[in-house]
């Protein structure tokens, strides 16, 4: 059985910085893409940041590109965002994805992702 589990979230004010890590269970780590999604009231699901396997590419939102980090450690199995210089606009649900293909993970689309962790809630008070 696949887990994802996600944590750090939290309440941050705006300029704040906050680390997202999640942790899998049940899969082949490193052969998978793993990606950072974020869900807003009323908008949809969007990719912030995704990884490839080896963690030697990875690919951003052009809205986090310069503030927005993302590591893994295949040893662990564990994936993390390093969010900086934080926006109210990033307050979101934040959720973690594993994709068995580097090129299907770029595409940045829910179907394409075949697990997910149940999410972290992420604040940014202005």
């Known amino acids: 059985q696949v887990q994802l589990v996600e944590s750090g979230g939290g309440l941050v004010q705006a300029g704040g910085s906050l680390r997202l890590s999640c942790v899998a269970s049940?899969?082949?780590?490193?052969?998978?893409?793993m990606g950072w999604f974020r869900q807003a009231p009323g908008k949809e699901r969007e990719l912030v940041g995704a990884?490839?396997?080896?963690?030697?590419?990875?690919h951003f939102a052009d809205s986090v590109k310069d503030r927005f980090s993302i590591s893994r450690d295949n040893a662990k199995s564990t994936v993390n965002l390093q969010m900086n210089s934080l926006k109210p606009d990033d307050t979101a649900v934040y959720y973690c994805a594993a994709s068995w293909s580097w090129s299907a993970a770029l595409v940045g689309t829910a179907p394409n992702y075949d697990y997910w962790g149940q999410g972290t809630q992420v604040t940014v008070s202005s």
């Open positions: 049940g899969l082949t780590f490193s052969t998978y893409a």
């Open positions: 990884v490839s396997g080896s963690g030697g590419r990875t």
